[in-house]
């Protein structure tokens, strides 16, 4: 069974563009969360899908959203980009009908620099 | 809220080592709690699943405990190798709230 994949691997963007990042679970998962990791803040929770509904929202502001398709693969989008964007940002597949309880399977990550 | 903490933030030992790396929850209603490693600039690998039923899971030489009552988990590696080199990571999945990790470095 393929793993989670996350396109694209890398990302360059400068301050005030826009981006979008791709997440294909693990197939039969219906649940996909996305994180954002950086040095400083360590791994934290952006929001979760299932069955093309966000179920959950971490603290993060309005420039960061997402959206999930009937064929569950999920993508997440951030406007206005801003330095402090620059990080490895993760998603995550889970089986089962509920995210919070269910093993965690993580793709590759996108490393986003933004100049 | 829930908040993980995991101590000490890094690790190192000679290889051969059995090592103890510890994680705390503050809610004790954790359900399901994770262990993972990650490799510099990678993913997450998972690495054992604790459900809120279960004390302890087992793959090869690690073992994850889980004690509620405590607010406890620990992953205990043991014979370490250099290959065993990674961060750390647990996570209480009711929350998808994440430690910050255990760096740990095995000398060959």
Not at chain 1, 8 to 36: A, E, M, N
């Amino acid at each position: 069974k393929a793993g989670v994949t996350q396109t694209p691997r890398y990302l360059i963007k400068t301050r005030g563009q826009q981006v979008t990042l791709s997440c294909s679970p693990i197939s039969g998962h219906r649940s996909v969360s996305w994180y954002q990791q950086t040095p400083g803040q360590g791994l934290q929770f952006l929001f979760e899908y299932f069955s093309e509904t966000q179920r959950n929202k971490g603290n993060f502001p309005g420039r960061f959203s997402g959206r999930q398709f009937s064929n569950s693969r999920s993508e997440m989008n951030v406007s206005t980009l801003e330095l402090g964007d620059s990080a490895l940002y993760l998603c995550a597949s889970s089986p089962g009908s509920s995210g919070y309880y269910n093993e965690q399977f993580f793709g590759p990550g996108t490393r986003l620099t933004v100049l | 809220k829930q908040e993980v903490t995991q101590i000490p933030a890094a690790l190192s030992v000679p290889e051969g080592e059995n090592l103890v790396l510890n994680c705390s929850f503050t809610d004790s209603a954790i359900y399901n709690l994770q262990w993972f490693r990650q490799d510099p600039g990678k993913g997450l690998t998972s690495l054992l699943l604790i459900q809120s039923s279960q004390r302890e899971q087992t793959s090869g030489r690690l073992n994850a405990s889980l004690d509620k009552s405590s607010g406890r988990s620990t992953l205990y590696i043991a014979a370490s190798q250099p290959g065993d080199s990674a961060t750390y990571l647990c996570a209480s999945l009711r929350a998808l709230t994440f430690g910050s990790g255990t760096r740990l470095q095995v000398q060959p």
